[in-house]
């Protein structure tokens, strides 16, 4: 795919609706994806994809430079947003499938963690994130990564540990809000419940 075609894929993303929430994840009306990423940005419903390995290492996604917020920045194995209505763990599904080609087949049933509400700007960009954000965890079980250009420039598998220490000692390689995300998966992981 070309960067213009890969430009123009995600452009296209901006237009879908996502859900508004309140500061308790209770949803309130709808807008599109880019409105709700403006500067003053719109509270909405997000979730965050962690798939682990047998070896307990987590697959971390670097982000397309052609994406409008947080470009090149290594993040979760995949973020996005249900559409109103949508069940988290189905849109989580698709965009599993969308950015990194992995079906269900190859993985545990997706379990949610726990949520999470942030806000953080991109300074590179005009765009903040405003997110009512849930954390679904999973193992990948077999079959090979797909990642799809317009969303993804490279993966890498991790152990938690030494990545809790590249993000304090370089935070903004990653997306503000990955550290979020791997806190409340580990606390998951600590009652014995993670894959």
Request: aromatic share 6%.
């Amino acid at each position: 795919m070309t960067t213009d075609v890969a430009a123009s894929a995600t452009a296209d993303r901006e237009l879908l609706l996502v859900e508004l929430v309140d500061r308790a994840g209770a949803a309130v009306g709808a807008c599109p994806v880019g409105e709700a990423h403006t500067e003053r940005g719109r509270l909405h419903r997000a979730f965050s994809v962690l798939l682990y390995d047998n070896d307990g290492r987590v697959l971390l996604q670097r982000r397309a430079a052609v994406k409008t917020r947080f470009a090149l920045r290594w993040s979760n194995t995949c973020c996005g947003h249900p559409a109103p209505g949508q069940g988290v763990a189905a849109a989580a599904r698709t965009r599993l499938a969308e950015e990194l080609g992995i079906s269900a087949a190859q993985t545990t049933p997706l379990t949610e963690a726990g949520a999470f509400y942030y806000r953080a700007a991109d300074t590179a960009t005009p765009y903040v994130e405003e997110e009512w954000d849930h954390v679904l965890v999973a193992a990948l079980t077999g079959g090979a990564l797909a990642p799809a250009e317009s969303e993804v420039s490279e993966v890498r598998w991790v152990h938690t540990g030494p990545l809790a220490a590249e993000i304090e000692t370089r935070p903004d390689e990653f997306t503000p809000w990955l550290a979020r995300v791997l806190n409340v998966a580990g606390k998951l992981s600590m009652e014995g419940t993670r894959p």
